[in-house]
């Protein structure tokens, strides 16, 4: 090997014998492969027998056939004191007000840091290396700090929503959120243009940080046209994606009607929202045209199975999400709020599985469409180019999984369908985030989990103790 040779192979990690999901171009899986990291980033990937013997590392791991793909990418989560509600919910309804209002009245910094730091070992623990919130954080330092605290990517949004003047005697609203909530979490315009700026300008979108600031906005018709247009203006400034809720319910396509006399994705392209920076979540309640706006346009979208699936909003029922992947519309998954588990994979799992149920089609969505939007689709729709593949130049966020689960065997199986349909989550094992390790065989490296879940459940005690852990419990709670 020349001396040339030597430094253009030079690695800080190399990983060897893993069964490699790349999501390249060619979407190679390597059955047998290596990846090489330099200082956070990949230099080479391919089959071991070529990768291997070209390399210089500092450290190398054998990882015997183990399972490797790129780390998930989790386009929607509320983090933030909400988590330490989780359990609280009701059972024949899908109005949360009664938590959510109590929520507001028991945030704090550090219960902000806490449910963040809940939600961030939650996604780490189950392959997620990134997130993107669109509001979530009363407290924005303590959420970067729970971020940093676990080592995964994160796109936090401070509250951002006004009102929409349009409406006579009330503010606009949708089952998405009670009168009550809007009232509370309302900021006037300038308000919330500060708060935007605030947040691209301490956590600069371009600066290659693990924690990026975006215009993250509430939506769902509780945002005026004026901070619609400002935040637009501010994300394209910055750099950064524009982020909000939108059409999670039939309310809102009633309600932009009787305002504008269109529906809310046609008043979003009157206003000159609709385009390639901006990312709309949830997204159910969809016609056709709607539907050729956003495939026209250009905007990405985020789609939130278990969400909709708990509450029956209509994601499965109603929702275009084939017809706008078929149309090269990137689709992004995401958790959403505390209704449901972190886990991407189990997002995956239900967007493959719930449209052939309930259209009595096959596929619809095949096993590597969702894994597609779990990675590539995910890294579009948030803006993070650098990453959602296995690739040289790409920053080397990576999943590993164990074999010593069950569901790890047979080995031998198709890995996408084996990831999607069997494996899931269960069997994450070591995520690394810019080569770095911040869960090593199952253990987190940046902190004591322990300690953390010490703090997470007494906070959750104090809340329960206001708010009332039996509140929508139907079977007795015994002391």
């Not at 690695?11 to 490699?20: P, Q, V």
């Not at 600066?207 to 945002?223: E, H, K």
């Not at 346009?297 to 706008?324: D, K, N, Q, W, Y």
């Not at 490296?445 to 010490?454: M, P, Q, S």
Request: with cysteine; aromatic share 6%.
């Amino acid at each position: 090997m020349s001396k040339a040779n030597q430094v253009e192979t030079r690695a800080d990690l190399l990983l060897r014998h893993g069964r490699i999901i790349t999501m390249d171009l060619a979407r190679r899986i390597l059955v047998d492969g290596a990846i090489a990291v330099r200082d956070g980033r990949i230099v080479a990937v391919g089959p071991d027998r070529e990768v291997a013997p070209a390399s210089e590392a500092t450290e190398t791991r054998d990882l015997g056939g183990a399972l490797v793909h790129p780390g998930l990418i989790d386009a929607h989560v509320h983090a933030g004191s909400s988590e330490l509600s989780r359990g609280l919910a009701p059972k024949d309804h899908a109005d949360y007000g009664a938590v959510d209002d109590w929520l507001f009245s028991f945030r704090q910094p550090e219960t902000d840091y806490l449910g963040a730091l809940l939600s961030c070992m939650e996604m780490v623990r189950n392959g997620t290396t990134a997130y993107s919130d669109t509001g979530g954080s009363f407290f924005l330092e303590e959420t970067v700090r729970a971020i940093e605290t676990v080592g995964m990517r994160g796109i936090p949004g401070q509250v951002a929503l006004d009102f929409n003047p349009d409406v006579p005697g009330r503010d606009t609203a949708s089952g998405a959120m009670s009168e009550e909530e809007g009232e509370m979490l309302r900021a006037s315009t300038s308000e919330c243009v500060s708060r935007l700026e605030d947040q691209m300008a301490r956590y600069p979108f371009r600066n290659g940080g693990r924690v990026r600031g975006a215009a993250t906005l509430y939506g769902c018709m509780r945002c005026s046209d004026t901070l619609l247009r400002q935040a637009g203006s501010l994300a394209e400034q910055h750099g950064a994606p524009m982020i909000m809720h939108q059409s999670w319910d039939p309310e809102e396509i009633e309600i932009s009607e009787a305002l504008y006399g269109c529906r809310p994705i046609q008043h979003l392209a009157d206003i000159g929202v609709l385009g390639e920076n901006l990312t709309l979540v949830h997204m159910n309640h969809l016609d056709r045209a709607e539907v050729e706006l956003i495939a026209e346009s250009g905007t990405r979208v985020v789609h939130c199975p278990a969400a909709s699936l708990r509450r029956g909003m209509g994601a499965i029922r109603e929702g275009a999400f084939p017809e706008m992947l078929g149309m090269g519309v990137p689709v992004a998954l995401g958790s959403d709020g505390y209704s449901g588990r972190r886990d991407v994979l189990r997002q995956a799992y239900l967007a493959a599985v719930g449209f052939r149920e309930f259209r009595g089609e096959l596929p619809v969505l095949t096993g590597e469409t969702v894994l597609e939007m779990a990675t590539l689709h995910g890294a579009r729709a948030l803006g993070l180019e650098e990453v959602g593949s296995i690739e040289v130049g790409r920053r080397a966020d990576l999943v590993v999984h164990t074999l010593s689960r069950p569901e790890a065997h047979p080995r031998f199986q198709d890995p996408v369908d084996s990831l999607v349909y069997f494996r899931g989550s269960s069997t994450v094992d070591t995520v690394f985030v810019d080569g770095e390790a911040i869960l090593d065989r199952g253990r987190f490296t940046r902190f004591d989990a322990e300690t953390a879940y010490g703090m997470i459940d007494a906070a959750s005690a104090e809340f329960e103790a206001g708010v009332g852990a039996s509140i929508y419990s139907v079977w007795p709670l015994v002391g």
